[in-house]
Structures are given as C-alpha cells and as structure tokens.
C-alpha cells in the first residue's frame, strides 16, 4: 500500500518478485488497485494489473476501481480496466455501480456510453441475429499481408489468424468488409460483446480469401486503374479481425480512391501482452520491409501513402531504415508520398537522432500525430523504463526537422484513446487533407 501510496513502481515490482501477495489490502481495507485509481496513477495501475491484481476487487464498501475512477471522470485508467476485464455491472454497498459514479461525478458524457455499452454485453440474455429485409450496407475491399500463423480450424472459412509469428512466410490475400450505411464516421461499428453482429449495423469481416504472393500483385495490377496505393499498419493490441475492419473503416471515411492495402503483424489483441507485442514486431521487420519492396517492384504505383500507428511505427520506421540503404542509392526522388505516424510508439530521443533524419528523406511529407491523452503511451511507458515515446506530446510536442508534428491533446478528449487517427472525425478530416498534399499552414485543426 505505502509503494502505491508513493508511486514507487520499483518497489512495487520488487515486492512481486518477492512473492508479496499483490492483492493484499491495507490497514483500511483498500485493495492496491483501488488506491491506484483514486488517487489516478494509471502507470501503477497497469504495472498492478499485469502483475495479476484482480480488476474487480473491492473495499469495504463493495467500491471497485472502475467505480472510483468513473466518479473521477479519468478516462485512461476507466479504458485500461475495462479493457483489462473490469465488470461495469457489480454494485457497492448502497446498490450504486460504476455508471452512477460516472453521472454523481459528472464524468464526461462518453465515459458514461462506454461504461453502459459494456453494462449490455455483460448482462443481456439473448442473442439477435438483426435480420432485415433488405441489405443496407457497403462492400469494401482490403488487400492484406500478414506473418500471421493461420488459426486452427474445422471449417473451411471464413480463415483466420493468430497472434504467433509464422516464421519467415507471409501470408497475400483480399478481405471483404461490410460498412453499414448507417455508418457514422470514425466509428469502428461492433456488436456487444453477447449480440449478433449486423452488417446493416456494423462493420464486419465478411471474407477473407488467401491468394499466392503472384495471384495477389496481379489481382491488384488488373482490378485496379488508380496508381494510388494505401498502406495500414496497425498497432499493439489489434487482431486480424480488428485490423481488416480498421483498414476499411480508414478507407472508405477518408474517401480513398486508390487500392488500400494492410500489413498485419502478430499482435496478440490483448492490452496485457505488450511485453509479447513488442517481441513480435520487433520479428517482423523483415517482412514489414520485404512486403513494401514488393509493394513498389511489383505495383509501380505513381504515389504510395502509408498510415502506422503505435508499435507499427516501430516495425515500419526500423523497415524504412534498411530501405533507406537501397532505395536513396538509385533514386533522388522520394519513394514514398505521404508518411503519417500516429502515436508512434518509440523512443523519442531515438526517433529524433536516429530515425526522423532518414525518413524525412525518403517521403514527401511526414506527418507525426502525437496526444497527451494516450491511454497506451501509459503502458508504453512502464514497459520502457519510463522513457517518453514520440507519440507523447506531455511535457511538450516533439519537432523533430523535417516532420510536421500536430499535437491532438485538445482534439482527443474521449475515450477513443489510442485509436484517435481512425477514431476521431477531425483527425480523420486532417489525415484526409494530408493525403490531398495540403501543407500544415493549410489545414486547421
């Protein structure tokens, strides 16, 4: 207790080691993660909760950590908990859950929608299937690559992936996904996690079809008459499913005209595995720089756009760099048109020195989308000694020579966190005009 107290996350991991029951509560009967939330250390929160705390542990009063941090209206450490298993639903003493914290505490507005979203999923009994006369939805087409292993199934379809690397092969193929037409932009439109999933409601892999590496360059030489390509690299903490649905939702809001394209690195698709996370995509720089050399060989596209965010900045940046070696050699011009890196997950010392000097060379624009509001830069930051990362602009924005760098602090203040590049319309609107060619000093946001 007296470590949490302190913030003294060195301490706090020596006891763990020592075997110190991490649950243990204090003199007043408060468990470590309850003291955590109130007093809005969300970094020893996270360390707390990778080291096994149970998220739903209460005091003497039945207050659980999310019904202290919804009362405080602190959007990283509710995001973190739910995220981590927290039940929206259990109730104190005096029969109050973490939603009537969130309204006596003014919490803001979308805190409220989140934590009663999660409140559906846990207690609704049965299962709709939604189904409609008629279909109200888009088809959007996303050719991916992946060094996913293929996931285990009896089934014939629909193919998926899992979070282990497959070694040194890449898997080529196309995804079908569905944007209903009710579909709001920014929105990443899913089910609850006990209801059906509706195409006319949500966004949904509806297909993905795995075609041999030749099959797939062809596939996307024949179909396509716009030169213009678009590559997505998601983050930690994303599945394949999420990915594909990600990608298109990015397409078809930023009204993209030409081919979008995504590589799909094994994250695990859980917010405690960024240890795990970081491993695999330090893996798979060799094949994030093999399937873009393709992508330029192969395609010949007249502009190639790319969009990463949080650790896939990491994998692309350390990919650009062995690029660089090759490409700047045969051609004056930049490869690529326009770079954008939101939240970028890297050191920020490194990315200044080291990496910001090369890329600037090797696009049109690079654009660095950065937030003091990031949610994951929390649990970036423990695991990484406490070391600022770019996509942190607290204490101050990084401007490294040669980058536009935008802080979105005062645009990103909702729970969409993390995923503000796809999440958030202005940002959307930004990233929009970004790949229109509008300069910085043209675009307000």
């Known amino acids: 207790s007296a470590a949490v107290q302190n913030n003294d996350s060195a301490k706090i991991e020596a006891l763990v ?52 941090a919804a009362g405080k209206g602190d959007t990283a450490i509710v995001v973190l908990l739910l995220e981590a298993g927290a039940d929206p639903t259990r109730k104190d003493e005096s029969g109050r859950d973490a939603i009537s914290y969130a309204k006596s505490g003014n919490a803001p507005e979308d805190i409220k929608t989140k934590l009663l979203e999660y409140s559906e999923g846990r207690t609704k009994k049965v299962r709709t299937r939604g189904e409609t006369e008629a279909k109200k939805y888009i088809p959007v087409s996303v050719y991916y690559a992946t060094n996913r292993k293929v996931k285990p199934s009896l089934k014939p379809s629909p193919i998926d992936y899992t979070g ?36 006319n409601k949500h966004i949904i892999l509806q297909r993905v079809t795995e075609l041999g590496k030749k099959e797939f360059f062809s596939t996307i030489n024949k179909n396509s008459e716009n030169k213009e390509i678009l590559i997505f690299i998601h983050g930690y903490n994303v599945s394949f499913n999420k990915a594909a649905r990600r990608t298109a939702q990015l397409a078809y809001d930023l ?106 060379k090797m696009a049109k624009r690079v654009s660095l989308y950065s937030s003091s509001k990031d949610v994951a830069m929390t649990v970036s930051r423990y695991f990484n000694n406490k070391r600022r990362r770019a996509g942190d602009s607290d204490p101050e924005t990084l401007t490294p020579k040669g980058i536009d760098a935008i802080d979105v602090s005062s645009v990103d203040s909702s729970l969409v966190g993390h995923s503000y590049y796809g999440s958030n319309t202005s940002i959307i609107s930004d990233i929009k005009m970004v790949l229109s060619q509008k300069r910085l000093d043209e675009r307000k946001l």
């Not at 109130?38 to 542990?57: E, H, P």
């Not at 079908?176 to 999933?197: F, N, R, T």
């Open 17 to 68: 080691k020592l075997g110190v029951k991490i649950d243990t509560l204090d003199d007043k009967g408060v468990p470590p993660l309850v003291r955590a939330a109130d007093l809005g250390m969300s970094d020893v929160l996270f360390q707390l909760i990778a080291a096994g705390a149970d998220v739903n542990l209460a005091d003497k009063h039945m207050r659980t950590p999310l019904m202290i």
């Open 255 to 360: 009204k993209f005209e030409g081919v979008p394209l995504f590589f799909s690195w094994p994250s695990n698709g859980n917010i405690l595995k960024y240890a795990s996370d970081a491993e695999h995509i330090q893996q798979s720089i060799p094949a994030i720089s093999s399937f873009i050399m393709d992508v330029i060989d192969r395609l010949k596209p007249e502009r190639i756009h790319i969009i990463a965010h949080s650790m896939g900045t990491y994998g692309l940046t350390k990919a650009l760099s062995k690029l660089s070696e090759t490409y700047l050699n045969k051609r004056k011009s930049p490869i690529f048109n326009q770079l954008v890196l939101a939240a970028p997950d890297i050191d920020a010392d490194v990315f200044q020195k080291e990496i910001a000097p090369k890329i600037t």
């Open 164 to 199: 282990e690397p497959d070694s040194d092969r890449i898997h080529f193929g196309v995804c079908e996904v569905s944007i209903p037409e009710v579909h709001e932009s920014g929105e990443l439109e899913s089910p609850s996690m006990l209801s059906w999933a509706d195409p």
